[in-house]
């Protein structure tokens, strides 16, 4: 059996040089500031966090949500955003 690359609105086809069927790499570095709206911290989905001390205001409570940036390495963060000054940050001291 041989892999075969198909046009999907012509009978024409070839072999594929390629065995690889799906690639996608996502390669982008999240800045320090993630982009935060006003209302962020408002958003019933987002989960809550009363465990991380806004740096800026001394606030307890923050929503956080994970980085959607792809790297080479495999290293989940973490952004809070606090509930009382909207500040954004990230907790370094979690190991997940």
Do not use: W
Not at 26 to 40: F, N, P, R, T, Y
């Amino acid at each position: 059996m041989t892999l075969m690359n198909s046009c999907r609105t012509c009978p024409y086809a070839e072999p594929a040089r390629n065995v690889m069927v799906y690639r996608n790499d996502l390669m982008s570095v999240s800045k320090e500031q993630a982009g935060v709206i006003d209302q962020l911290m408002k958003d019933p989905t987002l989960p809550r966090s009363r465990e991380h001390s806004c740096p800026k205001c001394g606030n307890n409570e923050s929503v956080f949500f994970q980085d959607q940036s792809k790297r080479t390495f495999n290293r989940m963060i973490y952004f809070f955003v606090c509930t009382q000054c909207n500040y954004c940050f990230k907790d370094d001291n979690i190991k997940i």
